[in-house]
């Protein structure tokens, strides 16, 4: 069964530090990598996305992630992090097992940004 | 403007009254998808549907209903509501096969069962 693992459940990083949020997924099947964010009190929205081509994906927000297929694993960052990206961050793997579209989120991981 | 709606925003009932959360989008969308998260557990999808008349059980599907009559109207039903529902429901949407494209997330329904 497909599933996706969020390491860590909290990052706390001082402001204009970098940052990594790790996400592995397991998979017997091909599949497609996505990066959501959640501002406090709002719906998710794509920050990126790997559907194939370069491993290296750039998102909005200066946010990027890297596709590692050999060790299963799509981790976000960003090399200077502000304030305002204070945020709940949700890896999601896409897989069509049987013809039917399923997408499975990880638990998140929240991002404290320290002043 | 393209968006997802849901609604109540917010809504608190009793155990075993039925009730229906709406969810509309206005972006011509044939993938629609009804997810629950709770703290801890991330998201979770209920149901989904791939387009009109068509739908199909996620992850978490017991006691929940849904339809998919119009291609912009996916409401979510629960029939009979418990305790163990009370979460936070997000309806999305994206165009053709979800699992290649963007979702659209709706700002979601606050829902308390006593």
């Known amino acids: 069964a497909q599933s996706v693992t969020q390491l860590d459940s909290q990052v706390p990083v001082f402001e204009e530090a970098p940052v990594e949020l790790r996400c592995n997924y397991s998979s017997s099947v091909s599949v497609y990598l996505f990066w959501y964010v959640q501002y406090p009190n709002q719906g998710l929205q794509l920050l990126l996305k790997y559907l194939s081509g370069s491993t290296l994906v750039k998102g909005i927000n200066g946010f990027e992630a890297e596709f590692n297929k050999s060790q299963t694993s799509f981790h976000l960052r960003k090399p200077s992090v502000h304030i305002s990206d204070t945020a709940e961050y949700f890896c999601?793997?896409?897989?069509?097992?049987?013809?039917?579209?399923?997408?499975?989120f990880g638990k998140g991981t929240r991002l404290h940004i320290l002043p | 403007e393209a968006q997802v709606t849901q609604n109540p925003r917010y809504l608190i009932t009793v155990t075993g009254k039925k009730l229906t959360v709406t969810c509309s989008q206005n972006m011509n969308h044939e993938y629609m998808s009804w997810y629950r998260q709770d703290p801890g557990l991330g998201l979770r999808q209920i149901y989904y549907s791939m387009n009109v008349e068509v739908t199909d059980k996620g992850d978490v599907p017991e006691g929940y209903k849904v339809s998919r009559k119009e291609k912009r109207n996916f409401p979510l039903i629960l029939e009979s509501p418990s305790p163990n529902q009370t979460s936070l429901y997000f309806c999305?949407?994206?165009?053709?096969?979800?699992?290649?494209?963007?979702?659209?997330f709706g700002p979601g329904t606050r829902l308390t069962v006593l």
């Open positions: 999601a793997v896409s897989v069509r097992p049987n013809r039917d579209d399923k997408i499975i």
């Open positions: 999305a949407s994206s165009s053709s096969s979800g699992i290649y494209n963007e979702q659209f």
